[in-house]
């Protein structure tokens, strides 16, 4: 379809807003898409992977030859926002791309309650809107994608809760076991307590449970907390074989430190931290320590594809941060926008989502990404586990059909 490098009060602000996406062939021969998200501010490091991820998808897409609708050529031209964690600038930043700019899509915002606030802007002007947000399930059904639904032009490119929570848990647990050499019984949630960590961790812990473990409390912290002792001496107290560190990556390279002097757990699980980061900071445990990717890791893979991605997108400036991996949420689907709008021959609105919805594109995440009937994406997870000598395995985990009870 494409060449080989190719394939390689809210509500209220949004009324009134004209319907940009549908004039985005009237300006030339130039289709603008957008990107919100947290380049300052307290989630800086998943928010600058966005729009590296999407800056790369461009440039290829641009230099492959950019946009063929019929017998026109169409250049992408980005425009980037920083919404600086905080969720007025994210509004303020969505409400100027869709009714000044007239982007014909927007990707973003990293996080989760930002990304409900902005469809309340996008999706009245039928701008298409990519998230990897998994709270998307709150609103994302088959009635709401639907024509005429209030979300019909919104995306979800991760998978679901469920499904990324489980095929997590269990891809730790299979590899934190025989490094442990004993069976693993019993887990404890460290979390930062905020809306964010409290949606998700729900998830993980119906997850830890299917798999059999007993998980005796939840311990949130306050998302600024930097001496974590009082939370890990209660961790400790219950004698667990495994302390998640769940959600918050930056957090959680605070934490481990001081989980492993205080000998908390026998072994320890860090989601979001890449084993890049583990070895670039010369990070190290006497015990076993699973590490999850969002949903690649750059730093140690079991894929081939990754590998090849992770070159080009450092070597085109990105930084090598916690959670890099986010930005294939993003990648992909900047591809995956363009063949769709190539399928439409259009960038109209309607005829997008008609080929979205009809879409199976070969990327990185996986070798068929396909929307669902609610708009979502079904792929794997990838988890990683160091010994206490050093010595790394991932493994490719994948997701179960089923939520669990």
């Not at 996406?21 to 009237?26: G, I, M, P, R």
């Not at 311990?219 to 918050?248: C, E, M, Q």
């Not at 070895?279 to 190290?284: A, E, H």
Request: glycine share 8%; with cysteine.
């Amino acid at each position: 379809m494409r060449n080989l490098l190719r394939k390689g009060a809210l509500a209220a602000l949004c009324f009134g807003l004209p319907l940009a996406a549908a004039s985005a062939q009237d300006s030339g021969n130039v289709i603008k898409i957008g990107v919100v998200a947290a380049e300052s501010g307290a989630f800086v490091s998943a928010g600058h992977t966005l729009p590296a991820g999407v800056s790369l998808a461009v440039d290829e897409i641009n230099k492959a030859g950019g946009v063929k609708l019929g017998d026109k050529t169409y250049t992408l031209q980005l425009l980037k926002r920083d919404d600086r964690t905080d969720i007025a600038t994210a509004i303020a930043a969505t409400q100027e791309l869709v009714r000044d700019e007239k982007v014909a899509a927007i990707f973003g915002s990293e996080t989760h309650d930002f990304t409900l606030a902005m469809a309340k802007i996008t999706q009245p002007a039928k701008v298409i809107h990519i998230a990897g947000n998994s709270t998307l399930a709150k609103i994302l059904n088959p009635q709401s994608v639907a024509a005429g639904g209030e979300d019909h032009y919104l995306f979800q490119s991760e998978p679901q809760e469920f499904q990324r929570s489980g095929s997590t848990a269990r891809g730790v647990l299979n590899l934190l076991t025989p490094l442990v050499g004993h069976p693993l019984k019993k887990s404890v949630v460290i979390v930062g307590n905020d809306a964010t960590g409290q949606f998700l961790t729900s998830y993980y812990v119906k997850a830890l449970k299917a798999e059999g473990q007993e998980v005796p409390d939840i311990i949130f912290y306050p998302p600024d907390t930097t001496d974590f002792s009082p939370f890990l001496t209660r961790a400790k107290g219950l004698n667990p074989d495994v302390v998640h560190f769940w959600y918050n990556g930056d957090s959680t390279l605070t934490a481990l430190p001081q989980a492993i002097e205080l000998g908390v757990a026998p072994s320890y699980f860090l989601f979001g931290v890449d084993p890049g980061i583990w070895k670039q900071r010369g990070l190290s445990a006497d015990v076993p320590v699973a590490m999850s990717c969002v949903p690649l890791c750059w730093g140690e893979s079991s894929s081939d594809k990754a590998k090849d991605y992770f070159q080009r997108y450092f070597a085109s400036g990105a930084p090598k941060g916690v959670t890099s991996s986010v930005s294939l949420l993003y990648y992909d689907y900047v591809h995956f926008l363009v063949d769709a709008w190539e399928k439409a021959g259009t960038t109209d609105p309607d005829k997008t989502v008609a080929a979205m919805e009809e879409l199976h594109y070969k990327g990185v995440v996986s070798d068929d990404l396909s929307f669902n009937p609610s708009h979502q994406v079904t792929h794997a997870t990838e988890v990683c586990a160091a010994a206490p000598n050093g010595d790394f395995k991932c493994s490719m985990q994948q997701p179960p059909a089923d939520a669990p009870q």
